[in-house]
C-alpha cells in the first residue's frame, strides 16, 4: 500500500504541463484525434475504430489460406473482406507513431525496452515477440466480444454519449491502471 501511496504522491508532484522529455502536446494531439473523428463520421458515417481492420486482414488471409471455410463464416459473409479505410488508419497509426517518436526525438530503434531487459535480459527478443503477438491476439478478441476497440468505444462511442462505450472506457482505464501498478512494483 506504502508504494501505491508513494506512486500517487510523485504524480501530484508532477507539473502535467511540463513533460520533461521531448514530446508533442497532448492537447494538439487530442484535439486533432476530435478532429479526425469528427471527419471521419462526416465523410464516412461511420465511427472511428480499428479492431475491424484485424478482422478484415484475418479474412483475406483466410481466403488464401482456407477460401471455403473462409466464405462460409457468418462474419465474412455480412461484411467480406477488404481493403477498407479501417485497415489504411491502423496503417496510418503506425506511420503516425514512427513519425511522431522520430520528430519528438524518441526513436530508439531499440527491440527491447530497458525495463523488459532489466527484467528479462537482453537476449529475449523471441520472448518479447511472443508476448506482444499473444497481447495482440487477446486484445483482438476482447474488442471483438466488447463490440470494439479503445478506439471505437474510447473516442468515438464516447462521443456519440454510448453508456456501453463509458462503461469500456473506464474499465480500460482500471486495467490500465492495475496493468501499471503490477508492472511498475515488481
Same mark, same amino acid.
Not at 473482406?81 to 485497415?87: D, N, S
Not at 531487459?117 to 486484445?139: C, E, I, K, P, T
Not at 463509458?166 to 512494483?185: E, R, T
Given at each position: 500500500?506504502?508504494?501505491?501511496?508513494?506512486?500517487? =504522491?510523485?504524480?501530484?508532484?508532477?507539473?502535467?504541463?511540463?513533460?520533461?522529455?521531448?514530446?508533442?502536446?497532448?492537447?494538439?494531439?487530442?484535439?486533432?484525434?476530435?478532429?479526425?473523428?469528427?471527419? @471521419?463520421?462526416?465523410?464516412?458515417? *461511420?465511427?472511428?475504430?480499428?479492431?475491424?481492420?484485424?478482422?478484415?486482414?484475418?479474412?483475406?488471409?483466410?481466403? =488464401? %489460406?482456407?477460401?471455403?471455410?473462409?466464405?462460409?463464416?457468418?462474419?465474412?459473409?455480412d461484411n467480406p473482406? *477488404?481493403?477498407?479505410?479501417?485497415?489504411m488508419l491502423v496503417?496510418?497509426?503506425?506511420?503516425?507513431?514512427?513519425?511522431?517518436?522520430? @520528430?519528438?526525438?524518441?526513436? @530508439?530503434? *531499440?527491440?527491447?525496452? %530497458?525495463?523488459?531487459?532489466?527484467?528479462?535480459?537482453?537476449?529475449?527478443?523471441?520472448?518479447?515477440?511472443?508476448?506482444?503477438?499473444?497481447? &495482440?491476439?487477446?486484445?483482438?478478441?476482447?474488442?471483438?466480444?466488447?463490440?470494439?476497440?479503445?478506439?471505437?468505444?474510447?473516442?468515438?462511442?464516447?462521443?456519440?454519449?454510448?453508456?456501453?462505450?463509458?462503461?469500456?472506457?473506464?474499465?480500460?482505464?482500471? &486495467?490500465?491502471?492495475?496493468?501499471?501498478?503490477?508492472?511498475?512494483?515488481?
Open positions: 500500500m506504502y508504494e501505491f501511496t508513494r506512486s500517487i =504522491q510523485l504524480l501530484a508532484d508532477v507539473d502535467p504541463l511540463q513533460y520533461p522529455g521531448p514530446a508533442w502536446s497532448p492537447y494538439v494531439v487530442g484535439g486533432l484525434i476530435g478532429l479526425l473523428s469528427m471527419l @471521419t463520421f462526416y465523410f464516412s458515417n *461511420k465511427p472511428l475504430g480499428a479492431s475491424t481492420a484485424y478482422a478484415r486482414v484475418a479474412g483475406l488471409i483466410g481466403l =488464401q %489460406v482456407a477460401p471455403r471455410h473462409t466464405r462460409s463464416l457468418h462474419y465474412f459473409r473482406p *477488404k481493403i477498407g479505410w479501417e485497415l496503417l496510418s497509426a503506425i506511420a503516425g507513431a514512427f513519425l511522431s517518436a522520430w @520528430t519528438g526525438g524518441e526513436l @530508439t530503434g *531499440k527491440f527491447l525496452p %530497458v525495463m523488459w531487459q532489466d527484467r528479462f535480459g537482453a537476449d529475449s527478443h523471441l520472448l518479447r515477440a511472443a508476448v506482444a503477438f499473444a497481447g &495482440g491476439l487477446l486484445m483482438a478478441f476482447g474488442a471483438r466480444m466488447a463490440g470494439g476497440c479503445t478506439s471505437g468505444h474510447g473516442i468515438s462511442g464516447t462521443l456519440q454519449l454510448a453508456i456501453g462505450s463509458w462503461v469500456s472506457a473506464i474499465c480500460f482505464f482500471i &486495467g490500465g491502471i492495475i496493468a501499471a501498478m503490477l508492472m511498475y512494483s515488481m
